[in-house]
């Protein structure tokens, strides 16, 4: 055997290099769950606020009417969860949150790209999406209570109006701002119309709907509230508004941490799911 046999021969049987990326295979990546789930630095500001409040409460510089003792809170929490009804009200949002987003979500996107993908359908949506997008949520509301009376439904389409507007102007931007050198390089290659919308077009606008899905996501969750103090007698929103009118500041503080935990855990859970589908996508990771 020659000698650029033996060495040919001693590539191709050599053991591969090990990649940093297969290193990682079977462990747990702390980089990874720190971009998805908060650095453990992002607790030391919410332990500070915690000190500052039972500092506050021990030293009797603000009323306990205003700001009752962390202990309080943990105390009204147990006696909500066990003996009154905060599973049920939190459940009732969530259902109403989660079938808003569903509704607002799938018609943001569906006519968005709609609207982008066609110049005259985008005309003809135009006048009257610009019009309504400017009335408020909650302008709507007493209008849509009226119709649908105070329960689940009238909060639905509240919260899926509220949606559906970021999804269908960051939909239609987005695939507006596919690169020219993209269109250009599909006609080249052939492609037909539907095969550029579903390799070209929509991977290109990807990115922009799934920042207004989070956005989004954010929304419906933050208005929940706002649609079940209105008008409701269940929810978060109802409990928050409950608790303000007798006074009860230990609850209004639990179902506000409530709120802004599940908040938190919704956005993560949308972030997760945007680099997943944008795990191609490569950009300043800061």
Not at 26 to 49: E, M, N, Y
Not at 80 to 103: C, E
Not at 232 to 238: A, D, K, M, Q, S
Request: aromatic content about 10%.
């Amino acid at each position: 055997m020659s000698e650029l046999s033996i060495a040919a021969y001693t590539v191709d049987t050599a053991e591969p290099a090990v990649r940093p990326d297969s290193a990682r295979i079977g462990k747990f990546d702390v980089g990874a769950f720190a971009r998805r789930f908060g650095s453990p630095i992002g607790l030391i500001l919410p332990v500070l606020i915690l000190a500052l409040w039972q500092t506050a409460v021990s030293c009797q510089w603000v009323e306990p009417v205003f700001l009752p003792a962390p202990r309080k809170v943990l105390d009204a929490f147990w006696l909500m969860l066990t003996k009154q009804d905060l599973v049920f009200d939190f459940l009732a949002s969530i259902s109403i949150v989660g079938q808003a987003f569903i509704y607002g979500s799938a018609a943001g996107i569906g006519l968005g790209t709609a609207a982008g993908l066609s110049r005259k359908f985008e005309q003809f949506l135009g006048t009257t999406v610009d019009t309504v997008r400017h009335i408020p949520g909650i302008a709507w509301l007493p209008l849509i209570v009226l119709w649908l009376g105070i329960g689940a439904p009238a909060k639905i389409l509240v919260i899926a109006k509220s949606v559906f507007f970021p999804l269908f102007l960051n939909t239609l931007q987005g695939i507006r701002s596919v690169e020219k050198n993209y269109i250009e390089l599909g006609q080249v290659l052939l492609l037909t119309r539907r095969q550029m919308v579903r390799k070209v077009i929509l991977p290109s606008a990807m990115p922009s709907i799934m920042v207004s899905l989070r956005y989004a996501a954010g929304l419906a969750w933050a208005l929940v509230v706002v649609a079940e103090g209105l008008s409701g007698l269940e929810g978060l929103g109802f409990l928050i508004f409950r608790a303000q009118g007798l006074l009860l500041t230990d609850q209004l503080l639990v179902c506000m941490v409530i709120i802004g935990l599940v908040g938190f855990v919704v956005d993560r859970l949308m972030y997760t799911l945007q680099c997943s589908i944008l795990r191609w996508q490569q950009g300043f990771k800061g």
